[in-house]
């Protein structure tokens, strides 16, 4: 019998507050894990990659990776440095971290990977999302070869947006998670 994967939260920059929905699935599921990063104010690209990979090497299963924001640039930025038995990604709300209007503060994510994931993904993305254009959006997930899925007007997809559990977003992890 095969074991079902551990779902890895991976918050964007600032951390994802109490109302968030990453914050509602790691409450309501005590298998997920939080990957919690040093600095969640000024974070630096090789310090967020190596404490991800050493979340995935040690689990002893399959992980999916749940990102959202800077998290999906940091998907990018550890596939394309590492491997490791990642069945999934779930990337909502993917930052353009290329933009002029990208909040400072961050090191060495600029430029996007975009070379193809090794794992099955899916985009969520917003049509009024403040940190990138729906073209990006696009442009990111066919270079990823991740499946998009636009949810329509919910902002960066965040507390603000007030998601709750997203019961929308979980149906899209329960995809990857019974692949």
């Known amino acids: 019998m095969t074991a079902s994967p551990?779902?890895?939260?991976?918050?964007?920059?600032?951390?994802?507050?109490?109302?968030?929905?990453?914050?509602?699935?790691?409450?309501?599921?005590?298998?997920?894990?939080?990957?919690?990063?040093?600095?969640?104010?000024?974070?630096?690209?090789?310090?967020?990659?190596?404490?991800?990979?050493?979340?995935?090497?040690?689990?002893?299963?399959?992980?999916?990776?749940?990102?959202?924001?800077?998290?999906?640039?940091?998907?990018?930025?550890?596939?394309?440095?590492?491997?490791?038995?990642?069945?999934?990604?779930?990337?909502?709300?993917?930052?353009?971290?290329?933009?002029?209007?990208?909040p400072p503060g961050t090191t060495g994510f600029a430029p996007m990977p975009l070379d193809r994931l090794p794992f099955r993904s899916i985009v969520v993305a917003s049509t009024d999302d403040e940190y990138i254009t729906l073209a990006r959006a696009e442009q990111f997930a066919a270079a990823w070869g991740s499946r998009l899925e636009i949810v329509g007007p919910l902002g960066h997809i965040n507390s603000a947006s007030r998601l709750g559990s997203w019961p929308e977003g979980f149906s899209l992890l329960r995809e990857l998670i019974e692949r």
Do not use: K, M
Not at 48 to 76: D, F
């Open 6 to 102: 551990r779902v890895l939260l991976l918050p964007g920059l600032y951390d994802s507050g109490p109302e968030h929905w990453q914050s509602h699935w790691e409450a309501e599921h005590p298998s997920f894990l939080r990957v919690r990063q040093r600095d969640w104010e000024t974070p630096d690209r090789r310090e967020w990659v190596e404490t991800l990979h050493e979340a995935i090497s040690s689990e002893p299963g399959p992980v999916v990776l749940v990102g959202h924001s800077l998290a999906c640039c940091l998907v990018a930025h550890w596939a394309a440095a590492h491997q490791g038995n990642v069945q999934g990604a779930l990337l909502v709300a993917p930052s353009d971290v290329e933009a002029p209007s990208y």
